[in-house]
């Protein structure tokens, strides 16, 4: 159930890479299961509900599909193209109509007020630059659409998290392809707009020290 790709050269300035960009196909791939353990609790909150149509900002191989209806429609900005192929793959598995655009998040290229709700889990922290995506978002989601996210952001001042990510900040960016450990992620959603913004605060516990401070919300336009 995969609708034909649409590309704009003028919107995809994304850096691929060959070598990274497998690389993280292959790991989120790989690493699925184990993050979406890590995760189900957080997504399965913020992602209750969501409506037949959804715009997901960068759905990577597709590890949010099992949050969608089946039947639903998932308008993908994904311009990572090696992701592509798992990512439609997964959505014909799920039965999820994919209408997948190779875009940059800042441009998604979608109409204002088209969406009622758009998600993203661990991608704010990839984008070049979030407060534009986060105006994007706004921009196409219909008044009292929701915005639902899932990601991790910077730990506090003075904590052996913060020191890690402070750290491995470079070598952490150039393995996930511009990964940020450092952002405050919270503070952009807060200061986006929005009308209202719900963001509960959690730690995981696995080896990826820097990714371990987390929040997952809920932001209303």
């Keep these: 159930m995969t609708e034909t790709?649409?590309?704009?050269?003028?919107?995809?300035?994304?850096?691929?890479?060959?070598?990274?960009?497998?690389?993280?196909?292959?790991?989120?791939?790989?690493?699925?299961?184990?993050?979406?353990?890590?995760?189900?609790?957080?997504?399965?909150?913020?992602?209750?509900?969501?409506?037949?149509?959804?715009?997901?900002?960068?759905?990577?191989?597709?590890?949010?599909?099992?949050y969608l209806a089946p039947g639903g429609t998932l308008v993908a900005i994904e311009p990572n193209r090696y992701m592509h192929d798992r990512l439609e793959a997964a959505a014909t598995r799920r039965g999820v109509r994919l209408d997948l655009h190779e875009r940059m998040a800042e441009q998604t290229g979608l109409p204002d007020h088209s969406a009622d709700a758009v998600i993203s889990?661990?991608?704010?922290?990839?984008?070049?630059?979030?407060?534009?995506?986060?105006?994007?978002?706004?921009?196409?989601?219909?008044?009292?659409g929701t915005f639902r996210f899932v990601e991790h952001v910077v730990a506090p001042?003075?904590?052996?998290?913060?020191?890690?990510?402070?750290?491995?900040?470079?070598?952490?960016?150039?393995?996930?392809?511009?990964c940020s450990c450092e952002r405050d992620l919270e503070h952009a959603v807060r200061?986006?707009?929005?009308?209202?913004?719900?963001?509960?605060?959690?730690?995981?516990?696995?080896?990826?020290l820097p990714f371990n401070t987390q929040i997952a919300g809920v932001a209303r336009a």
């Design 121 to 144: 889990s661990l991608v704010l922290c990839s984008v070049g630059d979030p407060d534009a995506v986060l105006a994007e978002i706004r921009r196409i989601l219909r008044p009292g």
């Design 5 to 66: 790709s649409t590309r704009d050269p003028s919107a995809t300035d994304f850096p691929l890479h060959g070598g990274r960009g497998r690389f993280n196909a292959a790991f989120f791939r790989a690493m699925g299961p184990y993050l979406e353990a890590s995760l189900r609790a957080h997504k399965s909150r913020v992602f209750s509900g969501l409506p037949t149509s959804v715009v997901e900002i960068g759905p990577g191989v597709g590890a949010n599909l099992p």
């Design 157 to 178: 001042e003075g904590t052996p998290t913060r020191a890690s990510q402070r750290l491995l900040r470079r070598p952490w960016a150039w393995t996930f392809e511009g």
């Design 191 to 208: 200061s986006a707009g929005f009308d209202a913004v719900d963001v509960e605060h959690y730690r995981l516990h696995t080896p990826f």
